[in-house]
């Protein structure tokens, strides 16, 4: 359902691609660890077991050591290409968002 939208946008290629974004978005959030105040970044990124919704994805992509951004994004990019190579577009795609489930269940759980 998600592949025809992106089709018929010519974006198809980009349904796969969670993995990809999903490390840009690491090295992204490894920024703004580095101008945020320790205490934002803190409250914002790290997950607290206080109920809020999004908080354990958002913990998920957050990393504010360098080894750790250094490990993480180059294989979720690097994985993420090789995945979407091998098996397709679409099933990329449903396995970035049954992984994201279920890290989130495993977070909250």
Do not use: H
């Not at 980009?14 to 999903?22: D, K």
């Not at 998920?60 to 250094?70: C, E, H, M, P, Q």
């Amino acid at each position: 359902m998600v592949e025809d939208k992106l089709a018929w946008l010519n974006l198809s290629k980009l349904c796969g691609m969670g993995f990809v974004f999903w490390g840009f978005g690491n090295i992204g959030v490894y920024g703004l660890s580095k101008v945020m105040y320790q205490e934002n970044f803190r409250y914002y990124f790290y997950y607290m077991r206080d109920g809020r919704t999004f908080q354990p994805f958002k913990s998920l992509i957050a990393a504010d050591n360098f080894y750790n951004v250094a490990w993480t994004s180059s294989s979720l990019i690097g994985g993420g290409f090789y995945l979407q190579q091998r098996v397709g577009s679409s099933v990329a795609f449903k396995l970035f968002g049954l992984s994201l489930v279920a890290s989130y269940l495993a977070t909250t759980s």
